[in-house]
C-alpha cells in the first residue's frame, strides 16, 4: 500500500489498520503508549490521568499476550474525547487490550447496563477510573483467612456530552458507523498485534471448546520430552554384547632379591 501525503478536514474521523494503540498498564495505573513505554498520559507529578473516551465498539479474545497465557482478553475501539494528549489524538480510533478479570467484569457490566437501557455507548461519554480492590487468600484446609492482597482494577462509567464540541463528535461518529465506520472499526478490533498469539470468541459459539483447542496446539508450559539413554550401551564391555569383566584388584608389586642382599637381610632362601 502505498501512502500519499494529503490534507485533513476538520471533521474527518481516522482509522487506520492497525490502528493507533494504548496499553493499559494496572500496576502503574496510567495509559501508556503501546509503542515507546516510557511514554505515558500522566500530568506534571507523574501521575496517570484517566482518558474518557466515544465506545465504539469491543470483540472477546483467548490466547496469549506478553506475559499473560491462555487468559481472556477484550480489546476495545474508541475514539478520545479528554484529555488532551498527543497519545490521545482527536477523531481517530484508538484500541487497547483490557487483561484482569476484575477489569473485564467491571467493563462487561458497564456495557450491559447501556445496552438493557437501550443506550447506544456511541451516544455517551465513557469514563475510566483506576481503583485498588483487595482480597483476602483463604486457607484451603482450614477456610481461614489468610493475608490481604491488594490489586488494581479498572472502572467504567458514563455521562453525556458536556458541550457542543462532544455533542458535534458524537453526531459525526454515529454518521460515519452508518456508512464505512462499521467496517474500518471491525477490521481494527480484529487486527494482528505484534508479538500475540490469539483466537477470537465469537458470540454464540462454544467458548470451552475453542479454549481446548488453543491450549492443545499451544501448550502454555515447555513441551519437552526427555530420550532414555542406555548406560550400558555407553560402556566400552557392552557395546558387542560381552558382559563386562570385573576389574583387577591392584595388588603390591612383586620384588627380587640377589643371594646376597638377602643374606644381608637374614632372609634364608
Not at 497519545?87 to 467484569?105: A, D, N, W
Not at 483466537?199 to 496446539?217: M, S, Y
Request: proline share 7%; aromatic share 8%; glycine share 6%.
Amino acid at each position: 500500500m502505498v501512502f500519499i501525503a494529503g490534507q485533513f478536514s476538520e471533521d474527518e474521523i481516522l482509522c487506520n489498520v492497525p490502528p493507533h494503540t494504548l496499553r493499559i498498564d494496572l500496576q502503574a495505573r496510567r495509559w501508556k503508549s503501546d509503542v515507546d513505554p516510557d511514554s505515558a498520559i500522566v500530568d506534571r507529578n507523574d501521575n496517570g490521568i484517566p482518558i474518557e473516551f466515544i465506545l465504539l465498539g469491543f470483540t472477546p479474545f483467548f490466547g496469549n499476550l506478553g506475559m499473560r497465557n491462555q487468559e481472556e482478553f477484550l480489546r476495545i475501539a474508541y475514539i478520545g474525547v479528554s484529555p488532551n494528549h498527543r497519545l490521545l489524538p482527536p477523531r481517530c480510533v484508538t484500541t487497547s487490550m483490557i487483561s484482569g478479570k476484575s477489569s473485564q467484569k467491571n467493563f462487561i457490566s458497564y456495557f450491559q447496563t447501556l445496552y438493557n437501557n437501550r443506550i447506544n455507548c456511541a451516544s455517551v461519554v465513557t469514563g475510566t477510573k483506576f481503583v485498588t480492590k483487595s482480597f483476602n487468600e483463604r486457607d484451603p484446609m482450614t477456610g481461614a483467612d489468610g493475608a490481604k492482597i491488594n490489586f488494581n482494577a479498572l472502572e467504567f462509567s458514563d455521562r453525556p456530552a458536556a458541550d457542543d464540541k462532544e455533542a458535534k463528535l458524537i453526531e459525526d461518529i454515529n454518521a460515519w458507523i452508518k456508512g464505512d465506520g462499521t467496517n474500518l472499526i471491525s477490521a481494527a478490533l480484529r487486527s494482528h498485534i505484534p508479538g500475540a498469539n490469539l483466537v477470537e470468541l465469537p458470540l454464540g459459539a462454544n467458548h470451552a471448546e475453542i479454549k481446548a483447542q488453543f491450549a492443545a496446539a499451544n501448550p502454555s508450559g515447555p513441551d519437552r520430552t526427555f530420550a532414555s539413554v542406555d548406560v550400558k550401551a555407553s560402556l566400552p564391555s557392552a557395546t558387542k554384547g560381552e558382559p563386562a569383566e570385573p576389574p583387577t584388584p591392584m595388588g603390591k608389586k612383586a620384588v627380587e632379591l640377589t643371594e646376597e642382599q638377602a643374606k644381608a637381610l637374614g632372609i634364608d632362601f
